[in-house]
């Protein structure tokens, strides 16, 4: 199986990489578009800000090449949020392939002891609807690093509470993302990872 992950100028690659590798998968991690094109799956991972890490996807002309690939894309953490079409965060336009928009957490007025920002930790996900997960895993944990979501919308996949119920996980045709870090999330994301390199 021919695996690609996406290199650009954002973080957390090389922990997808070793994920990967304790599956028995060896990955190729590139940005060089015909490798991409021809890989078996994608896998988009990030960790960054969103409104410089669009513009290196579109110096690069990855902006252009991820929405029209044809076989499974995985996006993680901020790779889902560079999938949807807005986000607050440098009040970006994004790739657009998922509808829903992307905002900042706000905790309520004297709950900002609580409900801290960024949502950091072990958090459970419900509402599974995707082939990526099995049922066995609603209400499971999964490892969160994010100050910035995206809203319940159409292509929801999972559902996550924190101050507010936001998209955990979205799909949309061969398209496949997790605010989560599947990589992070112990026996749960080698589960979830496992099913995607099954598609």
């Known amino acids: 199986m021919n695996i690609v992950i996406i290199k650009y ?14 599956l028995g998968v060896n990955a190729e991690i590139t940005g060089d578009h015909e490798k991409i094109k021809a890989a078996d799956k994608v896998i988009f991972p990030g960790v960054g800000e969103a409104s410089t890490t669009m513009a290196y996807l579109k110096k690069e002309g990855l902006d252009k090449l991820i929405p029209e690939l044809k076989q499974p894309v995985l996006g993680i953490c901020l790779g889902l949020q560079l999938m949807c079409s807005h986000t607050e965060e ?9 509808d829903e928009q992307v905002k900042r957490f706000i905790p309520e007025p004297g709950m900002e002891f609580v ?43 999972a559902v996550c509470n924190y101050i507010n119920p936001f998209s955990a996980a979205l799909h949309r045709d061969n398209f496949y993302a997790t605010q989560f870090h599947p990589e992070k999330s112990g026996t749960v994301g080698a589960n979830i990872l496992a099913n995607f390199l099954k598609l």
């Open 9 to 22: 100028n954002a973080g957390n690659i090389e922990s997808v990489n070793n994920a990967l590798q304790r």
């Open 115 to 157: 409900t801290k920002v960024p949502h950091m930790g072990w958090n459970t996900i419900t509402d599974l609807k995707s082939e990526i997960f099995d049922p066995s895993l609603e209400n499971q944990f999964v490892y969160f690093v994010h100050s910035y979501y995206a809203a319940v919308g159409e292509h929801t996949a």
């Open 90 to 98: 440098g009040d970006t336009p994004c790739l657009g392939i998922f």
